[in-house]
């Protein structure tokens, strides 16, 4: 049986025929936790079985120095004197044996004129008596037992530290309004049953717990990619750009890739970079006559190109992917806006892409593009750089360097470093470029029209921000969901205007 249920049942039939004064008495004489039984009598006064009185007393209490006393089972002067041989010692040969025990054990053993130090060219500390009687292993062992001492006795362990008072609680106890050998049983809740038979007239019902805590609230919680995410929409909102649909993780290979320009050989369409879809393996939903000039400026060119002299292939182009980059969405945005007439715009996404690359500690299969575009007439690379002062500026990015970089789709192409002051160094932070003839003029663009682009990672700001050095750890089944429920907000350190 549960032993905490049998001291219940005890500690009942006791009160039925009896009361009790002194918790702790009761305790001790029935050989059980203080602590425990005050838990018992809790738990009985909430029926009103009991009734208890507190009242506030003092104790003595055995100090550290003293428990070890009483575990060795002699005093530092009864250990001191033991340590003695017949033809004596030095005080340090007593104090390597004993160490502070030594000391201490010293002072009081000559106190109790147990033992004397004869002088000379090394002073020995000798014994002087035969026998010796313990009396602070004594006193102390008293006092754990609960016995009172003479106050002579009690002061001189009082000055050595060996006692302290403390306080202590005990509990008179008898027989509550309520009293009965056995806990009824208590309802929580009233039910549909009691309310049929009438049951709930009599029944008896448990307290309302008005300061019980509420359970946590499970889930509704952002995680740190939304927090940045949404950063970086007001940022784009703030510098009047509009959001894309990016509701199309599936896509065609003609619109991520060959509306781009991008040709039928490059390796990234190669199945190592590339996820392809088995159902619905293909897709041929494209404007036929946008597929036709896409292909000859992919065969022969135009526009002033001379295209890449190959034979461009429909089935490649119908092949379902994951698409995998936004950029295929801002070739959707600029088809479409050319079919509806061209006017300049500012256009922005973020949103997911997948990549069949090697898993590691930095790179995952799938991951957040953030992407702007940009598209008038006569824009300029100055432009492009300019803006992308301005954009990265407002993410608390001051210092850019630019490289020149090759994308199938642009021309000229920039990636984008910036000085990391914790890191020490430059480091790549995105990829932009001016869209090529060849991609925009077959969609129905007019030729003046210029359209500048750039894109960088949600991750790499993220974890940036939030202090994530393994990208495990911020997507994918290894999360720590605590993570999610405790990340702070996101706040960009955007610097003063000068
Ligand atoms: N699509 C490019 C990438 O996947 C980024 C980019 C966007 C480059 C726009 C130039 C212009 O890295």
Known sequence: ADPKQEMEKALLIFLQSSAIENSREYAETNGIEHNDLVGILKSLLSYEMVAAKETDSVRWAL???????????????????????????SLNDLKAVLGKTAEVGFKQGMVNKWFELVKGSNPLVMRKVDTIKDECLENLKAIAAGATLAPAEEKKLKQRKLISQEKCKYYAVEKGSKFALEKPKLYTDLNAEMMKDGSWKTAAFKNYNYSALGKPTEGGHLHPLLKVRKEFREIFFAMGFEEMPTNRYVENSFWNFDALFQPQQHPARDAHDTFFMTTPQTSDTFPPDYLERVRTTHETGGYGSIGYNYDWSLAEAKKNIMRTHTTAVSSRMLYKMAQEGFKPAKYFSI??????????????????????????????????????????????????????AFNP????????????????????????????????????????VTVIAWGLSLERPTMILYDIDNIRDLFGHKVNLGLVRANPICRLQIPNEA
């Open 351 to 404: 949103d997911r892409v997948f990549r069949n690359e090697a898993v590691d500690r930095t790179h995952l299969a799938e991951f957040h593009q953030i992407e702007g575009v940009i598209c008038d007439r006569g824009l300029t690379l100055g432009h492009l750089i300019g803006i992308l002062h301005e954009f990265f500026r407002r993410l608390g990015i001051t210092q850019l360097k630019f490289k020149p």
């Open 409 to 448: 789709y642009t021309e000229p192409s920039m990636e984008i470093f910036s000085y990391h002051p914790k890191l020490k160094k430059w480091v790549e932070v995105g990829n932009s470029g001016m869209f090529r003839p060849e991609m925009l003029e077959p969609m129905g663009l007019p030729p003046d």
């Open 63 to 89: 100090s550290a120095e003293a428990k070890g006393f009483v575990d060795a089972n002699a005093s530092a002067e009864a250990q001191t004197f033991l340590a003695i041989p017949g033809e004596g010692i």
